[in-house]
């Protein structure tokens, strides 16, 4: 009896031992898991759930675990509220590891505040990304040293109007016909009385459109227009004085009046295509090619895009950059997993599109298709993403603004732009969707901005630009 009682404590502690050992190896293997660095990556996108962003999160944290030793946490932020929330996390310490920055004054205000980390000592360590973007494009992100990474997609767009092919569908409408406001005027007008229900102009980000044809030089108060041959002119000009100001406000007021323009289009603050999942018809654009793409992605159905100005390359389009914060635990993997958007396809997808076979499908074209599925799948703003070749500058005969690349110091006339910007968000967008008469508010507003010093920014910009 005593052996046996000896026996079952031996097998007892065997047990005890076995179980001691797993537990100890899997605690071990869960500790080393989570002990791994982990890099947070900020950026506009769709309204996708926590839940949807993890699960992708997860997925690519699986590739970086294995190429880069840590893993990954997408932070997407709805691109209508993306530029003031950066701005607020950048400020107060909770800004991700890496974080996109789209508009040149942002760009500007976060070099000079030094919310961005200097790559320059990283930049050698990875030739292949250097090779990715174009070297003309890398002195957009650059004050004394490198403090971005640019996108590497050509710089050159056009202005356009881009619609739902099924509604133009019976119509007798051939859009590469349409070259003026007024003929798309016309069209505007035939799709409504075919479609009663359409709404013919929707908003996007509580816009009419970002710009049409100038080159905003940063800010979008002294600005170089367009002379009537499309050519930039080299003198600075205050855009809400400007004639083509003017004209295109008076145009949109005539078309609210007769219904062309969604009624609520300033207070819709989402993107487009969530309006022309709707009843919308097409929306004002700078019109890239990957953007059209991506929103067909989004929509599920084909675009027409409508061609309202030749190729030009300015400053709009030269502040899609990725920053990396100064507060970056792990600035050399954080780095490296840049490089590896830039480089690797199959980081690239998994960031722009999500999973395959659960956000989205590959068609026999080559083209993804999103799948709608109940619960939500994974949408950002494809336009964020590189693309993995090298861009040049442009493309074919595109109009280069003389101002391309400069970068205009506004520190000591700062006072002034702030008392500018505030009138400017007071009249703009409301001008530029017709919803106030430009007949009686842009003299008002006219007059607001050179009471706030508006012709002291101007002649501080332009001898900075002539300097340039």
């Known amino acids: ?20 050992a797993v537990t100890f190896f899997l605690s071990g293997s869960r500790k080393e898991h989570e002990e791994l660095p982990q890099i947070t990556i900020m950026f ?16 690519l944290s699986e590739i970086t675990e294995q190429k880069l030793g840590c893993s990954v946490e997408l932070k997407l932020i709805n691109g209508g509220i993306y530029r003031s929330e950066m701005r607020r996390k950048v400020l107060g310490n909770e800004e991700a590891d890496a974080f996109f920055v789209w508009e040149i004054e942002d760009l500007k205000y976060i070099i000079s505040g030094g ?30 040293g490198i403090y971005a990474i640019p996108d590497n997609k050509d710089r050159s767009y056009f202005l356009g109007f881009v619609c739902r092919k099924k509604l133009l569908d019976g119509l007798a409408i051939e859009p590469d016909k349409i070259y003026t406001l007024d003929e798309l005027h016309d069209i505007l007008k035939a799709v409504r009385d075919a479609h009663p229900k359409a709404v013919p102009v929707v908003s996007h980000l509580g816009e009419i459109t970002e710009s049409i044809g100038e080159d905003m030089v940063g800010d979008g108060l002294a600005v170089l227009t367009r002379d009537e041959e499309g050519k930039f002119r080299d003198k600075f000009e205050n855009y809400y004085a400007s004639d083509v100001f003017y004209d295109w406000c008076k145009r949109m007021y005539g078309w609210r009046q007769e219904g062309l323009l969604d009624q ?6 989402g993107p487009q295509t969530e309006y022309m999942s709707m009843d919308g018809f097409g929306y004002f654009a700078r019109v890239k090619d990957y953007v059209v793409a991506n929103n067909e992605y989004l929509l599920g159905e084909e675009l027409e895009v409508i061609r309202l100005s030749n190729d030009l390359i300015d400053n709009t389009l030269n502040a899609i950059n990725w920053c ?14 840049l490089n590896l958007l830039f480089t690797d396809k199959e980081v690239n997808d998994l960031c722009r599109f999500g999973q395959e076979g659960i956000d989205y499908e590959r068609q026999e074209d080559g083209t993804y298709r999103m799948l709608r599925k109940e619960g939500g799948v994974y949408q950002t703003s494809g336009w964020v993403w590189p693309e993995l070749s090298s861009k040049e500058l442009g493309q074919g005969a595109a109009e280069v603004s003389p101002a391309y690349g400069f970068l205009f110091d506004a520190s000591s006339v700062q006072v002034e732009m702030d008392l500018c910007e505030v009138i400017i968000q007071k009249y703009r967008d409301p001008l ?26 101007i002649k501080e910009k332009q001898k900075q630009f002539d300097r340039h």
Not at 1 to 20: E, S, T
Not at 326 to 336: C, H, R, S
């Open 324 to 337: 990396v914060s100064p507060n970056a635990e792990y600035p050399g993997k954080t780095i490296a997993f």
């Open 44 to 59: 506009p996108g769709s309204s996708v759930s926590e839940k949807t962003a993890a699960r992708v999160s997860e997925a």
């Open 264 to 269: 609520y289009l300033t207070q819709n603050k």
């Open 1 to 20: 009896m005593k052996q046996k009682r000896i026996g079952m404590l031996g097998i007892l502690l065997v047990v005890i031992v076995i179980i001691g």
């Open 432 to 457: 530029m969707a017709g919803e106030i008469n430009p007949d009686l508010a842009i003299p008002q507003m006219r007059k607001e901005l050179e009471e706030a010093g508006v012709n002291k920014i």
């Open 115 to 144: 919310y961005a980390q200097a790559l320059d000592d990283y930049m050698e360590l990875y030739p292949k990304l250097e090779e990715e973007v174009a070297g003309s494009v890398w002195r957009i992100g650059t004050s004394s």
